[in-house]
């Protein structure tokens, strides 16, 4: 398989992802509508969950940065890194985001910003301590693909679907126990079919859309190492780094945090994410834990990778 269609296959499972997304939303959304009777409610949940997932979306990179302490990156304090990133810049034909980072051992890296011309990257200080120049530019080209291939947008489609079935989800579930009835004292939804369907999609749907959250951020990684490989034409930089961090038996990051998570290039959690004492590059993790997961497994990336041609 070669770099151009790994490419091209993960973009079509990621769309068809978002569209079985969309059908989960308007699932749920029908229900809700035909027990209550009145679709402006609908359309107050979609208003609620778009504006703070907006105001996340905007804020995003202030946020991010100030949650895990990031410091700048200047060209006069630290040349010869700030060059690396801006000659991939170039490269990648990107605009220069801005660099930063972060005092902690454990080796990671992240992207953030709402487009392009407002990205943010950042590192760990333990990445730039265990790995070499080579290696270094195979995670600064992730990042960068990640900025390229407009990941943030994605993401926050994600998140805003998801807070809007949850909160359907909820005001279905709501509605069972208060204000059930209308001003009648007849039952809003006669219909018991409906309101059988609306409670199972109710409990149901949330966990569903959450984990189509999760596979659309994994599929992004895939996604991401190929599209760095093709930007530095060097697979093997990017494996070799992700070999180091396997290995690496580092604790988590100090400042991570479940809703930052899927940002890292890898876990932020450890090596031990399970918390079973055994590093999960020395397991393989079961499908429920994988289901549930970020990332996709760094034998996984590593062995897509290997099978990548230049």
Not at 94 to 122: C, K, Q, S, W, Y
Not at 147 to 166: E, H, K, Q, W, Y
């Amino acid at each position: 398989m070669t770099i151009y269609s790994n490419q091209s296959s993960n973009i079509r499972k990621t769309w068809l992802l978002m569209a079985v997304f969309f059908g989960v939303v308007i699932g749920i959304g029908f229900v809700v509508s035909q027990y209550y009777q009145d679709p402006s409610i609908l359309y107050i949940a979609v208003v609620f969950s778009i504006g703070m997932n907006f105001i996340s979306y905007w804020f995003s990179d202030k946020i991010v940065l100030a949650m895990h302490k990031a410091k700048p990156v200047e060209l006069k304090s630290n040349p010869e890194l700030f060059r690396i990133l801006e000659n991939l810049t170039i490269t990648a034909g990107l605009p220069m985001p801005r660099f930063f980072v972060i005092e902690d051992p454990a080796p990671n890296a992240f992207a953030t910003g709402r487009n392009p011309e407002h990205a943010v990257v950042a590192v760990t200080s333990g990445l730039l301590n265990k790995l070499d120049r080579s290696e270094l530019e195979g995670v600064l080209a992730h990042e960068l693909a990640h900025i390229g291939n407009r990941d943030m947008l994605v993401s926050t489609v994600a998140v805003v679907l998801v807070g809007f079935v949850s909160i359907l989800s909820d005001m279905f579930m709501r509605s069972l126990w208060f204000g059930g009835h209308n001003r009648d004292g007849e039952s809003k939804g006669g219909n018991g079919m409906v309101i059988i369907i609306g409670i199972l999609l109710s409990i149901l749907a949330p966990i569903f859309a959450t984990l189509i959250h999760l596979a659309i951020s994994r599929k992004r990684e895939f996604l991401a190492d190929a599209s760095a490989v093709l930007l530095t034409r060097y697979p093997e930089g990017l494996v070799s780094a992700l070999k180091k961090i396997s290995q690496h038996d580092h604790q988590p990051i100090r400042t991570a945090t479940n809703a930052t998570a899927h940002l890292f290039f890898e876990n932020p959690f450890g090596a031990d994410a399970d918390g079973d004492g055994v590093p999960d590059h020395k397991q393989r993790a079961p499908w429920l834990a994988r289901l549930f997961s970020t990332h996709p497994p760094i034998e996984d990336r590593i062995k897509a990778l290997q099978g990548l041609k230049v």
